[in-house]
T-cell receptor
Framework: GAVVSQHPSWVICKSGTSVKIECRSL??????MFWYRQFPKQSLMLMAT?????????EQGVEKDKFLINHASLTLSTLTVTSAHPEDSSFYIC??????????FGEGSRLTVL | GENVEQHPSTLSVQEGDSAVIKCTYS??????FPWYKQELGKRPQLIID?????GEKKDQRIAVTLNKTAKHFSLHITETQPEDSAVYFC??????????FGAGTTVTVRA
């Protein structure tokens, strides 16, 4: 089946630094990818929609200057958490629709900001 | 986005019994209703989905029913096993193929 891969699976950084998370569709092209954030024991909250070749669209309340999204190719979207702070610590998950219409999720990236 | 309510938030069942989780949604235009299972620290995995042109779908021990008039759908797990213990999320599609998720149900199957 279709596979979405995310890297890194976990990262620890100091407050004030930036962290980049990559999301790849391994066996299909994805013109659109979605980025979710999940706090412990909570649901998945959509942060933004990543569009290949154009600007990402952000959900209400998500700071676009803090969560930079780049979708430079049909198989890669990146999320950069800029000037990370402890409250940004979370599980970040990307997803993409395969050709069959099923939504596949990446493995997720657990970010811990000290 | 779409308003999705999921109940119960926790569910404990004896092994072999059935588990039922219900979700309601607000947008009558929604037409895709997947269910995901998420184990601790892992990605959500699609377990079953249903589209608005059918009322019920079954896959072995798992079934989903949809009532579009009432705008609710349910997940049914029969003959539960310990490996069914996980968090289950319902989801509903909205504009631009975005999925809105329910709050999740933590299912515990007691051996």
């Amino acid at each position: 089946g279709a596979v979405v891969s995310q890297h890194p699976s976990w990262v620890i950084c100091k407050s004030g630094t930036s962290v980049k998370i990559e999301c790849r569709s391994l066996d299909f092209q994805a013109t659109t990818m979605f980025w979710y954030r999940q706090f412990p024991k909570q649901s998945l909250m959509l942060m933004a929609t990543s569009n290949e070749g154009s600007k990402a669209t952000y959900e209400q309340g998500v700071e676009k200057d803090k969560f930079l999204i780049n979708h430079a190719s049909l198989t890669l979207s990146t999320l950069t958490v800029t000037s990370a702070h402890p409250e940004d610590s979370s599980f970040y998950i990307c997803s993409a629709y395969s050709r069959s219409g099923e939504l596949f999720f990446g493995e997720g990236s657990r970010l811990t900001v000290l | 986005g779409e308003n999705v309510e999921q109940h119960p938030s926790t569910l404990s069942v004896q092994e072999g019994d059935s588990a039922v989780i219900k979700c309601t949604y607000s947008d009558s235009a929604s037409n895709y209703f997947p269910w995901y299972k998420q184990e601790l620290g892992k990605r959500p995995q699609l377990i079953i989905d249903i589209r608005s042109n059918v009322g019920e779908k079954k896959d072995q021990r798992i079934a989903v029913t949809l009532n579009k008039t009432a705008k609710h759908f349910s997940l049914h797990i029969t003959e539960t096993q310990p490996e069914d213990s996980a968090v289950y999320f319902c989801a509903v599609n909205g504009n631009d193929y975005k999925l809105s998720f329910g709050a999740g149900t933590t299912v515990t199957v007691r051996a």
